[in-house]
């Protein structure tokens, strides 16, 4: 099991983190000595996994913060208060996310909801909290990806999937959008020779909320969980899940640019390792594209005094 090494004195901003691997990501954190702040859409929720990990950490510094992701004024809110604040972040993880709603649904700025929440909110997120992370001293943003990123297509004609909508073929463009976005900040971190490392991370199949909270938005009547249409696959719990991301984001030996997930059959289960990025992730010119685009759809650019 990796250990996370001491995290003390450091801020951690875990996105999506009342659930899943963003849960188990602040636990860790927290219990290796972070501060983290809980970035959560549902604030009871995450009242809720709070509650959970002081239990287990009576000590830890743990703070729930409203961030609807699917929101770009939510984000603004959000940034704009830890701006205030002014406190460095070490540690950024873009972990939050939804997946394959059965019909084309929408964010609050009209954006294809996965799109928005997996992407544009974390772009977003990210740019306007980059003055803090590059306050602190070799800050990590971790963004969390999928093995679908591997058959994804940025469909640049049709981005938030309006022509013809595919639960799938949406969620693989969202994640492989994650994982580009990763890349082309890692590079400019390079290029401006900022002490900042960017790298992604997927969890293969992990047991999570993921698999049933997408699959039933909009339903009147529960879905059967499509766990049990890939129930011949391996899974692992959250806890080996949630390494990959850790690991990016703590790991000394973690690397600007690199692409983490579990080593085990068809990169599903089993220990961290650094794994190849798809070939659908190795085009830098398109990962260059997508950023410039993202920044024409949220209106959020790198601070021109950076
Ligand atoms: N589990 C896997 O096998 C797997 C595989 C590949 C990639 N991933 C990726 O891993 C990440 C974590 O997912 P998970 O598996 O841990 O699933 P999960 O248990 O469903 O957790 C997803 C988290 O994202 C939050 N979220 C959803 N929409 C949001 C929004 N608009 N604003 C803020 N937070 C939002 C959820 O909040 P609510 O509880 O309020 O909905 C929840 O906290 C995701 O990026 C997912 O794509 C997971």
């Known amino acids: 099991m990796y250990r996370v090494p001491t995290q003390e004195g450091k801020l951690c901003v875990v996105t999506g983190a009342n659930s899943g691997t963003g849960k188990e990501a602040a636990r860790r954190l927290a219990g290796a000595g972070a501060n983290v702040v809980l970035a959560v859409r549902n604030l009871d929720k995450g009242a809720t996994a709070r509650e959970e990990i002081v239990e287990e950490f009576p000590a830890a510094a743990l703070e729930v913060r409203e961030l609807d992701l699917a929101d770009l004024a939510s984000v603004e809110r959000f940034a704009t208060a830890l701006t205030h604040e002014n406190v460095p972040i070490d540690v950024l993880l873009n972990n939050g996310g939804v997946m394959m709603p059965p019909t084309r649904m929408a964010s609050a700025d009209g954006f294809e909801l996965q799109f928005a929440t997996n992407f544009l909110g974390h772009f977003a997120l990210t740019l306007r909290l980059l003055p803090l992370l590059l306050a602190a001293a070799g800050p990590t943003v971790t963004t969390m990806s999928s093995s679908a990123a591997a058959v994804g297509r940025i469909k640049f004609d049709d981005l938030q999937r309006q022509r013809h909508y595919r639960p799938f073929a949406a969620y693989a463009q969202s994640k492989l959008a994650d994982l580009l976005f990763a890349q082309h900040l890692a590079l400019l971190a390079t290029e401006r020779d900022w002490d900042l490392m960017s790298n992604a991370a997927h969890p293969g199949y ?94 959020v650019t790198v601070p021109a005094s950076l």
């Open 206 to 299: 992990t047991r999570t909320n993921l698999f049933d909270a997408g699959a039933n938005l909009g339903r009147k009547k529960p879905k059967r969980s499509i766990f049990g249409d890939l129930r011949y696959l391996p899974a692992q719990e959250v806890a080996q899940g949630t390494e990959p991301m850790l690991f990016g984001a703590t790991s000394p030996d973690a690397t600007n640019g690199a692409y983490y997930g579990p080593r085990g059959p068809m990169g599903l289960t089993g220990p961290t390792t650094l794994v190849r990025t798809p070939r659908s992730a190795r085009h830098p010119e398109v990962a260059a594209r997508l950023w410039s685009v993202a920044e024409g759809l949220t209106g």
